[in-house]
């Protein structure tokens, strides 16, 4: 790669590993671009085969570094590729998640590049799946490769997790996770699909956000009537399902329902001074959105609010007449999705009851009401003083030369819970790629540096861990 | 006619214009399935000779019996007709409305008969425009044949107006009376273009509710964004949007707005005994709508709120995702289309002014919110102790031999108010339809009963409003 980095050169504190690395960049590169042209999209059922072939070339990856119990198993959908490393007598397992799924590369004509025609660029890699999740893939086996190829072993016993549908839902990973639970005992979970802070400053992801998904349905007369003939005698479902939804959150932000909060785990002035120190410009992101104020539940700064508090959104509504000019109809029944964004310790089946609750005891009494539930995701957190995390932290800083922050992302990724719930283990949610990467997007990328840094940090890390927590 | 209705034989009070009517039945009819078998369908192109013949139809009619002044005024739409009679001297003058358009015939699969090929059973004739309107011109026609016909004189002096554009909002019906102001002098407006009570009872309407039709767009962020990064920290259009509309009503249905009811005339007693006088059973409307429970201004009765009072109703709401399943958004923007039925003396201009006044103050502070003008129409009422009006019960009492009542619509005619605003007239809305004649519906009908003892009251009528009102 010609065109440096700014940032400078990454170490992983291990001379011969470093100069392994040095040596065999091409090749490695050469290895990962293999992996990034096989179009692994696993919403599309026409990639089945492609997902398939990932999983092998993964696995035949696993097996030519040293990696034992190379197994892909068929799980109803596409396969999760398991492998371990279990000789570190006395030293702590982590068993190491990432996805080899891809998102679907629509619309193809903003690419510049082939989406899977991997091309090096300015110290980027174009291509679909180079940052989310190709990225992680690539540096867990690169790492675990150095590491045998220079000392033989491992400084950590490893269990590999390559899952195939994360772009989907992750549906088979569960069940496979539940009837896996007793080969897949460890000390921590590392699930390696985020990536660094905005401004490319190198990030533990200690919390997400979990969801609860629904849909409030409001019926009234029997189909849409017209509103000069039945105006004023009958309750509009629209007006009923603005006054339920106005019922929901006071105009400052806070959550109405009853016993939302109560499971809520505070934010701790630990917590608070890591979200202080995040870079970030409120006026910048508030330009950006385009919107004339930040607003939110007072109290909390707009980063705690995004990522440390729970939410109530609506995602979508509609009932009655949408078209140009007016028409004059009570409509016979209006819906809305809504959602929360929850946090530890929130429990998203009993927030639901709780909203379904709260809509029912508040719905006027001319209109019928219904409260389905749409899905649902756990929330995760890692204390930030958790010594998994804060050895990450530690080998990010050392190798990247720049201090590490602590993050919680507002998102949900559902199935990072069954780590903490099924396998009991802590979870430490962490990766490489720049936040500007184009995930999901045309033209996505990653930043070579990153990637030679995240091979780095990450021998760093298991180094560290092996000298204990 | 075979199948004799069950109503008893309606008579006009001159027995020599019986007699007229009685022996002219099949001709008189005849000529009338002329006029419903001329499709003019206003509202399509393609029917655009098919209104002007309807309106030749009815000059050469009005020619034949002997009315005055017969002109076809070209409006820039659909003609005009005008005619004249105007030798009662001493007596009032009357200009009386009805329209020879018609609604679409879709969906023309469902019709029993086809639409322009008026047919005759059990007492009714079927045929698109058979009630809304043609009964009304033609009823005004015969009531004026029969009287020139037998008497050689009119016992009032009268103007008639044909208009070919009601059922698309009577555009240029407005700029032609202001053109024709000065040879329109009249005493009163007879606007037929309603018809009886549920239960096919006599009718006189007093009142037509006004409208305001605005729509509120809500604006957030640029473009639908993440609720996972993006949710607690920016006011979501939808939330607002359901605030905002919330705030426009108390749960009871009473309006928010300040200063909304300060133009309302409050209802009389005598308004009050009218509604309470009509046959209204509220649990087979409420049963007939399959909602749980009528609801509505306080202190007021179902059909008084359903026309006596002023509402405001959202008839359409959209924002964000709307299909199966979830997908989680923070919408860009939401959206309502949201009207009032205003009563007399409320001013559609000034409800626009303090709606959008209302909304803007309450509007969060996080998003961007516009209040647009979709159209309005003023309300009409005509006092029900109007002599105008008394005199038609009067006259519709005597003919039917059932007791007239007194009613409002709860909907809008935008085109009515100009007779009082820019002719100064009092305002008298009738007419003979029953209400169950599937107007703009398939298989619409006329009750010839209804019609024979229309064209029998119309005679009383005049006959009564030159004796004095």
Chains 1, 2 share one sequence.
């Not at 006027?364 to 932290?393: C, K, M, N, Q, Y």
């Amino acid at each position: 790669v010609s065109d440096a980095p700014a940032r400078p050169a990454a170490s992983s504190g291990d001379h011969a590993i470093d100069r392994f690395l040095d040596e065999s960049r091409d090749r490695r590169l050469e290895s990962w671009k293999e992996l990034l042209r096989i179009p692994s999209v696993s919403a599309l059922p026409e990639h089945a085969a492609d997902c398939r072939r990932a999983a092998e070339h993964v696995a035949a990856t696993l097996r030519r570094i040293g990696m034992e119990h190379v197994d892909i198993s068929d799980t109803g959908g596409h396969p999760i590729v398991y492998a371990d490393w279990l000789h570190a007598e006395g030293a702590p397992t982590a068993v190491a998640y990432a996805h080899y799924d891809v998102q679907p590369v629509d619309p193809v004509a903003e690419w510049h590049h082939p989406p899977f025609e991997p091309e090096v660029a300015d110290g980027r890699i174009y291509a679909r799946g180079a940052s989310d999740d190709k990225s992680s893939v690539g540096i867990l086996l690169q790492a675990a490769e150095a590491l045998l190829a220079t000392r033989g072993s491992l400084p950590i016993n490893l269990r590999f997790v390559f899952e195939g549908e994360e772009e989907t839902t992750s549906e088979h990973l569960e069940p496979w996770l539940a009837a896996n639970r007793e080969r897949l005992g460890a000390d921590v979970a590392l699930i390696c699909d985020s990536g660094f802070f905005a401004g490319n400053v190198p990030a533990v992801t200690v919390g997400l956000r979990g969801i609860m998904y629904a849909q409030i349905d409001v019926r009234g007369p029997f189909q849409d009537v017209h509103s000069g003939s039945y105006g004023g005698a009958i309750e509009n479902p629209a007006n009923a399902l603005a006054r339920i939804i106005a019922g929901l959150k006071d105009p400052d932000g806070r959550v109405l329902i009853p016993g939302f909060y109560d499971d809520v785990v505070p934010l701790s002035d630990a917590d608070r001074a890591a979200y202080a120190a995040l870079p970030f410009d409120e006026d910048e992101f508030r330009g950006s959105l385009e919107v004339p104020a930040l607003v939110g539940e007072p109290g909390y700064t707009v980063l705690e609010r995004r990522s440390g508090r729970p939410t109530l959104d609506v995602n979508g509504i509609w009932g009655g007449f949408q078209g140009e000019g007016s028409k004059t109809i009570i409509p016979g029944s209006a819906h809305a999705k809504v959602s929360s964004r929850l946090v530890a310790d929130q429990d998203p089946e009993r927030i639901f009851d709780l909203l379904r609750d709260h809509v029912l005891r508040i719905a006027p009494p001319g209109v019928t009401v219904e409260v389905r539930d749409l899905g649902s995701g756990r929330p995760t957190l890692t204390p930030i003083d958790d010594p998994w995390a804060r050895a990450f932290a530690t080998a990010l800083g050392e190798t990247f030369g720049q201090e590490a922050v602590f993050v919680r992302e507002g998102g949900s990724i559902p199935f990072v819970a069954a780590f903490e719930t099924l396998l009991g283990l802590p979870v430490v949610i962490l990766g490489f790629t720049p936040p500007d990467g184009n995930f999901h997007a045309p033209n996505e990328w990653m930043d070579l540096a990153n990637f030679e840094g995240g091979v780095r940090s990450m021998v760093r890390y298991w180094d560290g861990l092996a000298s204990g927590v």
